[in-house]
């Protein structure tokens, strides 16, 4: 009914940069809110962004002033830019929408296929 898909994924050095970028289609009446999650190895998958249909936003404190989220609520897609990557921010990256499908009330998690981002020299 509903699928996301994220993009963007790659190997980059330490101090280097990525843009992610998810986009949500199919039968989709309304998205409250799209972020992104990440799980790196041998560790448990955590929050790295999340942008509300209004704009607030909610940032990992590992990510804060390196990441910046921004969401295009007229293409129901989310993008975040990655800036002075470090090896600790090697993971694949998921993305996620909380989504009201058309016809039905209640609201959905979806998530993508994930994206892997390397960090590494």
């Known amino acids: 009914q509903v699928q996301v898909v994220e993009s963007g994924g790659g190997l980059v050095q330490p101090g280097g940069s990525l843009r992610l970028s998810c986009a949500a289609s199919?039968?989709?009446?309304?998205?409250?809110?799209m972020g992104w999650y990440r799980q790196a190895p041998g560790k448990e998958r955590e929050l790295v962004a999340r942008?509300?249909?209004?704009?607030?936003?909610n940032y990992a404190d590992s990510v804060k002033g390196r990441f910046t989220i921004s969401r295009d609520n007229a293409k129901n897609t989310v993008y975040l830019q990655m800036n002075s990557l470090k090896p600790e921010d090697t993971a694949v990256y998921y993305c996620?929408?909380?989504?009201?499908?058309?016809?039905?009330?209640?609201?959905?998690?979806?998530w993508g296929q994930g994206t892997q981002v390397t960090v590494s020299s």
């Open positions: 996620n929408a909380v989504v009201q499908v058309t016809g039905y009330l209640r609201e959905y998690d979806y």
């Open positions: 199919g039968r989709i009446f309304s998205i409250s809110a």
């Open positions: 942008v509300a249909s209004a704009g607030s936003t």
